[in-house]
């Protein structure tokens, strides 16, 4: 408990932490953004066209802004104490050395699991205040319904952040992590969208966006990501994410002088 105790203490105890989750609730008001903009598109579309106007789930689209800066948080959380030194003074008092990071896994892991279902179902339910039955009624449908999305959803949330602090861990590098997770969320999405299939909806399946709408048992065929998993495996590929990273890092940590 006291090492628990020092970490979160470290954690706290500087700006960032509360900048980075700031920026995370911030999708939440992105959100009311693009839904105030699409209602007004909506409006002004000539009847006949409205039927046919269609809209991307927007707290899947801003859960974006989330997962990065909780992965950022993550990784700053290691990789700053290389950075400035303290690592050395944090693993001299602490000898068997996993202690800690399980400790800071324990903290960005507790931050991910609030800003998540604060996001996703803040965007959800500001997104379904703005549109009502506009859209075919996108956001008509009983909110019971969407509760399996919406807590899959929020899930990926934590699962970058630990993500984030295994990566920092392991590069020992915040810049490296940190394009590591983009490249997670933009590029390789992008490059699998453009490979020949099968490989494509093979490669789309396992990427962390197309995990959520598996781990329920929907389809990803409106999306760049593939379908193949059923949920049992597809919650087992998210829950890899955070765990392999993390398992990496204990065993390196204990290996390296620093």
Do not use: H
Not at 20 to 30: D, P
Not at 76 to 92: F, K, N, Q
């Amino acid at each position: 408990m006291s090492v628990l105790a020092s970490e979160w203490l470290k954690v706290r105890s500087v700006r960032s932490t509360y900048l980075i989750l700031g920026l995370s609730l911030g999708a939440v008001l992105l959100g009311l953004a693009l839904a105030v903009m699409a209602a007004g598109m909506y409006d002004s579309a000539p009847p006949d066209q409205r039927p046919s106007a269609r809209i991307a789930e927007l707290e899947e689209v801003v859960v974006i802004l989330p997962q990065l800066c909780m992965g950022i948080l993550g990784t700053l959380v290691m990789a700053s104490e290389y950075v400035t030194g303290l690592i050395r003074t944090t693993l001299t008092l602490v000898p068997r050395r996993w202690p800690v990071l399980a400790a800071k896994a324990a903290i960005v892991g507790t931050l991910g699991l609030i800003i998540g279902p604060a996001t996703v179902f803040g965007t959800y339910l500001v997104s379904r205040w703005v549109l009502g039955d506009r859209f075919s009624g996108a956001y008509a449908t009983p909110i019971l319904d969407k509760l399996p999305l919406l807590a899959a959803t929020s899930l990926t949330v934590p699962v970058f952040a630990l993500l984030g602090l295994g990566l920092g861990a392991l590069f020992r590098s915040a810049a490296g992590a940190i394009a590591i997770m983009a490249g997670l969320v933009y590029v390789i999405p992008i490059v699998i969208g453009n490979i020949p299939e099968p490989w494509s909806e093979r490669l789309g399946s396992i990427m962390i966006g197309g995990l959520p709408r598996q781990i329920i048992g929907e389809s990803n065929a409106s999306s760049v990501y593939g379908s193949l998993l059923p949920p049992a495996a597809a919650a087992a590929v998210l829950a890899a994410y955070a765990a392999l990273p993390l398992v990496a890092a204990a065993w390196l940590v204990r290996r390296r002088d620093v």
